[in-house]
């Protein structure tokens, strides 16, 4: 495991999962905490460099997000980010008030000081994303001025000796065409950084320790047939083979014949040496999901039931020490870490219930993003097609029906979604597109089908593109294949007269529909 790390320190900005993401890119770990972590724990645990991230507040409102002064004083490299920098120069003796004229998208920033080390090889004028209301508007004591636009006096500052450094853009953000150039200078030119983070190593280094945790105890691994619990079971098997009982529970929410496939790959004629348990649990989360429609309360009483029929599962086989989920670091982040809001909690985070009856909870993915979960399957020889799997939610098809949730509905959707890849596959676009699917609303209309008419549900087709499932954009699909999907759904599955394409991009939506 990596020694060297850089700490995100959470304000609550929207960016603050992919200013990690791209830390990590560049082959250094790094980890978010809220910015209310204590000063001491942070010296203990002596971070390479901490990072300050945007924020939606006014660092001179009432309501305004502050850290420890003592922060400043550590002697660590910390690089502020918008909110970030304004803080700093806020605590250090600046000024800062709202802009004349706000700054929101690309925007040219003009590189005023070349002995910087933050903006070594950015060129003079380059092209940066910028997100803000407030600007600084006199320099704290001792820092001097790197860059600035036209609208914003201060667009970067530092001061080298003292190692603190700021920017007002979005330097994570692909938008900044030399951001990565500015991140890289901080974690190598300024903290130092060797990068020691390697894929590679992680698998090695996670089985010795899985090794190490269990001993000769016993495991259960909720296996959903997703690339996370997949890439966990992996793991695990390696580690401790049959020690380890996986349990898939089929939980009527799964897509199309979904069910029979993960039973093909990780049951008995599998290649994976573990116990594999199927239990049909549909009609135990249909009666629970009975007239619920909030999507929170949906994934916190799917993530209970599954609980409760691993407690079942696991006082069938006898004593079970540790229960196995594959809980990456988004599921965390986006469960709520720090001041950020909660955007959805995950049946493997927050919707846990205060009492299960193991151990101890062994989460070997916790640590990594989606795409390193996929590297990481590379490295243990998971088979691509499971590797490059759909990407499909813990609750299922039950965060994907807007409303209450029944067997008919289900269907629905089922039979959409299958449509809707299988066109998608056949278009060549399988690959091209990170995650698609078809979801359904609770609106019905009316529509005219042969000489009658109808009133019918609306389904909704989502399609994106991302590098890190932390931002994405809409896929462009070409009209031809989204004509020939709805064709095909509004013909072949029963009660729906409508068919929609999704071209919310994230933020401000979520990938998922719910």
Same mark, same amino acid.
């Given at each position: 495991m990596s020694k060297e790390k850089i700490f995100v320190l959470d304000f609550g900005g929207q960016y603050n999962q992919l200013i990690a993401r791209r830390v990590r890119d560049n082959g250094v770990y790094c980890e978010i905490h809220s910015y209310k972590m204590p000063i001491e724990e942070i010296k203990a645990a002596a971070p390479s460099g901490i990072i300050l991230t945007g924020g939606p507040n006014s660092v001179y409102g009432d309501d305004a997000i502050l850290a420890d002064p003592k922060l400043f004083e550590l002697g660590i490299p910390i690089l502020g980010i918008c909110y970030g920098a304004q803080l700093m120069a806020h605590m250090?003796? *600046?000024?800062?008030?709202?802009?004349?004229?706000?700054?929101?998208?690309k925007t040219r920033m003009q590189v005023t000081f070349d002995k910087s080390k933050l903006m070594k090889d950015v060129p003079e004028e380059t092209v940066v994303w910028m997100s803000h209301t407030d600007y600084i508007s006199k320099l704290p004591p001792a820092f001097y001025k790197t860059a600035s636009t036209e609208v914003c006096p201060v667009a970067a500052m530092e001061d080298s000796r003292r190692r603190l450094y700021a920017v007002q853009c979005h330097p994570e953000v692909t938008h900044s065409v030399d951001g990565d150039k500015v991140l890289r200078n901080f974690l190598y030119e300024i903290c130092e950084?060797? *990068?020691?983070? %390697?894929?590679?190593?992680?698998?090695?280094n996670t089985i010795?320790?899985?090794?190490?945790?269990?001993?000769?105890?016993? +495991? &259960?691994?909720?296996?959903? *047939? *997703?690339?996370?619990?997949?890439?966990?079971?992996? &793991?695990?098997?390696?580690?401790?083979? /049959?020690q380890l009982t996986c349990v898939f529970v089929d939980h009527g929410l799964l897509r199309k014949n979904e069910a029979e496939q993960v039973a093909e790959v990780f049951g008995a004629s599998g290649a994976y040496d573990l116990n594999f348990i199927k239990v049909d649990a549909k009609d135990r989360f249909y009666e629970k999901? /009975?007239?619920?429609?909030?999507?929170?309360?949906? @994934? /916190?009483?799917?993530?209970?039931?599954?609980? @409760?029929?691993?407690?079942?599962?696991?006082?069938?086989? !006898?004593?079970?020490?540790?229960?196995?989920?594959?809980?990456?670091?988004?599921d965390v982040i986006e469960s709520g870490v720090g001041p950020s809001a909660v955007i959805k909690s995950h049946h493997n985070v927050g919707g846990l219930p205060d009492h299960v009856d193991f151990k101890e909870i062994i989460e070997p993915l916790r640590d990594l993003f989606k795409d390193e979960v996929r590297k990481?399957?590379?490295? &243990?020889?998971?088979?691509?097609?499971?590797?490059? @799997? %759909?990407?499909f939610? !813990?609750?299922?098809?039950?965060? @994907?029906?807007?409303?209450?949730?029944?067997?008919?509905?289900?269907k629905i959707v089922q039979d959409a979604d299958a449509i809707f890849r299988e066109e998608v596959a056949k278009a060549g676009l399988n690959y091209d597109i990170n995650q698609y699917f078809a979801a359904l609303t609770n609106m019905r209309s009316v529509g005219v089908m042969g000489d009658f008419r109808t009133y019918?549900?609306?389904?909704?087709?989502? +399609?994106?593109?991302?590098?890190?499932?932390?931002?994405?954009? +809409?896929a462009q699909l070409p009209w031809e294949l989204l004509e020939k999907v709805m064709n095909r759904i509004i013909n072949e599955v029963d009660h729906v007269n409508r068919v929609l394409y999704d071209c919310t991009s994230k933020p401000p939506g979520t990938i998922e529909f719910e």
């Open positions: 250090l003796g *600046g000024n800062v008030e709202t802009a004349p004229t706000s700054e929101y998208g950084c060797k *990068g020691d983070w %390697q894929m590679s190593s992680f698998a090695t010795e320790k899985i090794k190490a945790t269990v001993g000769d105890g016993k +495991a &259960l691994c909720a296996l959903s *047939g *997703g690339v996370d619990s997949s890439v966990a079971a992996v &793991l695990m098997s390696k580690a401790i083979g /049959k999901l /009975k007239g619920v429609t909030d999507p929170e309360s949906k @994934r /916190k009483i799917i993530g209970e039931e599954f609980i @409760r029929v691993f407690e079942e599962e696991a006082k069938k086989i !006898g004593s079970v020490d540790y229960m196995v989920q594959g809980t990456i670091y988004p990481v399957g590379l490295e &243990l020889g998971i088979p691509e097609e499971l590797v490059f @799997r %759909q990407p939610p !813990g609750p299922g098809l039950g965060i @994907r029906i807007i409303g209450e949730v029944t067997a008919d509905k289900v019918d549900y609306a389904v909704v087709l989502r +399609a994106v593109t991302t590098i890190d499932f932390m931002s994405a954009e +809409a």
